[in-house]
């Protein structure tokens, strides 16, 4: 390789890399913010229904395509389908669960009808911004035995934003109970990446 060629192939991957990691961080990957439709959920019938958490997206969380971070495998940039449909499928498929098929339910992190939920799906909770309702709700929801599954912490800093959203609006005789409970949801997580498995989507 010639001498000069080397530099500049080392510098236009620092700029790409240093460009990608502005998009998600900061930036907005090719498009503004988008208003996502939301489906009409199947009506309750105790049935087993995908439940996805929505939530406000704060900053840098509308990197791809304008989609509101909640929003990831839920309203698709690229015309796909949606991450729900196949994941009730192999349900249905493998287990006795008889999942609803016809539907899935987005649901507000401060809606009461989140307790309806056993089971809710958060995207990109890095870029979570919750207020005092949403944290209360939230709260009440995992101390009557709701089970909440993460995808994903990208590092650090998904996971110190999360909790600084998590922590800046609760009461203060509940952060020791808090703090227990995410270093639990830590040591998961850190078991779960520990060899940085990828896979992309369902």
């Given amino acids: 390789m010639r001498r000069w060629l080397r530099p500049v192939l080392t510098a236009a991957l620092f700029v790409a890399l240093a ?18 439709p939301i489906d009409k959920a199947p009506a309750y019938d105790g049935r087993f229904v ?16 304008g989609l509101p971070a909640w929003a990831h495998g839920y309203h698709s940039a690229l015309q796909g389908h949606r991450s729900e449909a196949s994941l009730t499928k192999i349900l249905n498929s493998v287990t006795n669960m008889n999942p609803h098929l016809d539907g899935t339910r987005v649901v507000d992190v401060s809606d009461p009808e989140l307790f309806m939920y056993p089971i809710v799906y958060v995207t990109e909770a890095g870029y979570m911004s919750l207020d005092d309702k949403d944290v209360a709700n939230l709260r009440d929801y995992l101390r009557k035995g709701g089970f909440m599954i993460f995808d994903d912490f990208r590092g650090d800093y998904d ?18 109970l808090q703090q227990r409970r995410l270093r639990v949801l830590g040591v998961l997580g850190h078991r779960l990446h520990a060899d940085r498995p990828v896979q992309r989507g369902l």
């Fill in 19 to 36: 460009a990608s990691a502005s998009a998600q961080r900061g930036g907005r990957f090719w498009s503004s913010p988008i208003e996502v």
């Fill in 50 to 65: 995908f439940a996805r958490l929505k939530y406000k997206t704060g900053p840098g969380g509308y990197y791809f395509r």
């Fill in 159 to 176: 996971w110190q934003n999360f909790t600084a959203s998590l922590h800046d609006q609760a009461a203060a005789d509940d952060r020791e």
